[in-house]
Nanobody, 120 residues
Framework: QVQLAESGGGLVQTGGSLRLSCAAS????????MDWFRQTPGKEREFVGS????????NYADSVKGRFTISRDNAKNTVSLQMNSLKPEDTAVYYC?????????????WGQGTQVTVSS
């Protein structure tokens, strides 16, 4: 069993930066693809980005491409989401999730989320 815990959220002004962390416990996430999602009230959960198990491949939603960067440290069992040039529309609860490489949409584990608020 893996437990995921996000941290690093908070309030930031437009144009600012935040770095979110997703810490895994229980067992290693080195074999999992790690994704980030976000959700605002009344809207569906939105895919933000993904990083392969090795960290060698990443992909991002168009809305965050060039501003957000996902990285991972398998030795520390953590995944990070660096968010730069933040906009008010980035305000959401951000979640990390783990899936096996063969699964495109079935997630084994989710974190509880961390709130990011970008003020205009």
């Amino acid at each position: 069993q893996v437990q995921l815990a996000e941290s690093g959220g908070g309030l930031v002004q437009t144009g600012g930066s935040l770095r979110l962390s997703c810490a895994a416990s229980g067992r290693s996430i080195r074999n999992y693809v790690m994704d980030w999602f976000r959700q605002t009230p009344g809207k569906e959960r939105e895919f933000v980005g993904s990083i392969s198990w090795s960290g060698g491949n990443t992909n991002y939603a168009d809305s965050v491409k060039g501003r957000f960067t996902i990285s991972r440290d398998n030795a520390k069992n953590t995944v990070s989401l660096q968010m730069n040039s933040l906009k008010p529309e980035d305000t959401a609860v951000y979640y990390c999730a783990a899936r096996t490489p063969l699964s495109d949409s079935v997630y084994d584990y989710w974190g509880q989320g961390t709130q990011v608020t970008v003020s205009s």
